[in-house]
């Protein structure tokens, strides 16, 4: 162990292009192969596409997971509760690779391409629980969907960023300066709405005076954990 978070679960995150991994909890920082966890191959695709091409395909019984169909069905299923079936056919994406896991992909909207992504565990005990790929510190979750846009409010992941007006994240409790500079060009008024447990996150709080110097912050008054779990 390296010190303690505010983190009371184990949030394991890996970031597959730099082959390290970190503690939430915990704060550890270590090496971690990642050899075996993607296949060079990998492509994912919107979740509800692969969903019913599977149910096309296959013949399955739902209780058995062992089936593509019914794995990509487990993930759409466990994503429409906790957004809007709409939202979900819209953003969340799916992988045979990674098959139980619920992928967040950050797409340049010129371009449609993909230079980074964020992938969550939706069967409990799963680790690492968040996967990411790509330089995540360089991009905003939702940003190219917000440019026009004066205001937009900030969260701690894409779920929370989905269940927020105008809501975009940053993939965890880090602003980076890349992150920094993105924010006060687009923004002139942010709603700040990361998780409760970040009250007490120096580096965090940090970021935000640094903000507030440059444009409007204005603090969400969270009833639960986090925007997701406020319904």
Not at 74 to 80: A, I, P
Not at 162 to 190: A, E, Y
Request: proline share 6%; net charge neutral.
């Amino acid at each position: 162990m390296a010190g303690k978070t505010p983190d009371t679960k184990r949030h394991l995150y890996v970031n597959i292009e730099k082959h390290v991994c970190y503690c939430q909890r915990c704060g550890y920082t270590g090496q971690h192969d990642t050899s075996e966890i993607l296949p060079s191959s990998f492509m994912a695709q919107p979740c509800y596409s692969y969903m019913f091409r599977s149910i096309d395909l296959f013949s399955f019984d739902i209780a058995n997971l062992d089936e593509p169909a019914n794995l990509v069905t487990h993930v759409f299923n466990y994503c429409c509760k906790r957004l809007p079936r709409e939202i979900v056919m819209k953003y969340v994406y799916w992988s045979p690779d990674l098959p139980t896991r619920a992928f967040f992909p950050v797409i340049i909207s010129s371009t449609h391409a993909i230079p980074a992504w964020n992938a969550r565990a939706i069967l409990p005990d799963t680790t690492p629980k968040y996967l990411t790929y790509g330089p995540i510190g360089s991009y905003i979750y939702r940003l190219d969907e917000m440019i026009g846009q004066t205001w937009a409010t900030i969260t701690e992941g894409p779920f929370d960023a989905l269940s927020s007006p105008n809501g975009i994240c940053v993939f965890g409790k880090h602003i980076s300066t890349d992150n920094f500079k993105m924010l006060i060009s687009n923004f002139s008024r942010l709603y700040w709405a990361f998780d409760t447990d970040t009250k007490n996150d120096k580096v965090l709080q940090k970021s935000k005076l640094a903000l507030q110097e440059y444009i409007e912050v204005i603090d969400v008054n969270l009833t639960a954990k986090d925007p997701n779990e406020m319904g």
